[in-house]
């Protein structure tokens, strides 16, 4: 297999936690025996692979994390402007969020102290220099925003995890507060997108002073 290929058997755990996520699951209570089940493969076989139910599903959200990740790169490579990045980005992970939410669920996921969590948070921190991750797409964008302007990691940090937060804040906003939201997505993604953009002007100008 090529770097970055799962073997079948693998591929066909993770098809099987997002399906089972996807029709429903609890993914806090999902058993390997269920897991296998959908995945067509025999439990014992999994544990060839997987040393618990938690590397099966944290790897799975993972997985579909970085392929949404790519597909979001996509996106805003094709915007000239940060203005432009910010929006597409948002648009893409509104349609996400209304197929299986798998996107939301991994951050949501990242957020608590469960075993899943631990797990999830040891292959992110492991993951190859090519794997993109949200927080690094948004780097990228603020990077690009700030060339040639000098100001310190930190304030660039500031930015990407202020980004990160509205990001979230929205995905949020697609379900608990769906019902009590008086605002509807178009004017929250345009909300969103012209307060990262003020951030970031605000940055460069108090430099260029």
Not at 89 to 103: D, H, P, R, Y
Not at 113 to 132: L, Q, V, Y
Not at 172 to 194: F, G, H, W
Request: glycine residues 6%; negative net charge; charged residues 30%.
């Amino acid at each position: 297999m090529g770097k970055g290929e799962l073997a079948p058997k693998v591929e066909a755990i993770y098809q099987a936690v997002i399906q089972l996520y996807a029709e429903g699951a609890d993914l806090n209570n999902l058993t390997v025996a269920e897991i296998t089940a959908k995945a067509g493969i025999g439990k014992g076989t999994a544990y060839d692979y997987f040393a618990n139910k938690e590397e099966m599903i944290a790897g799975a959200l993972f997985y579909e994390m970085k392929k949404s990740c790519q597909s979001l790169s996509e996106y805003f490579k094709r915007e000239k402007d940060l203005y432009g990045k910010i929006y597409a980005l948002l648009s893409q992970i509104e349609k996400k969020l209304a197929g299986t939410g798998c996107f939301f669920r991994t951050l949501h996921l990242m957020m608590d102290h469960s075993a899943m969590s631990d797990t999830m948070r040891k292959m992110i921190r492991g993951r190859e220099k090519d794997e993109i991750l949200l927080d690094d797409l948004l780097r990228i964008m603020i990077e690009d925003e700030l060339s040639g302007t000098e100001v310190l990691p930190e304030d660039k940090e500031y930015l990407v995890l202020n980004t990160i937060s509205n990001i979230i804040c929205f995905a949020m906003s697609q379900y608990d507060m769906a019902n009590v939201m008086c605002l509807d997505n178009e004017t929250i993604k345009q909300k969103i997108c012209r307060g990262v953009c003020w951030e970031v002007e605000r940055l460069k100008e108090t430099k260029a002073q």
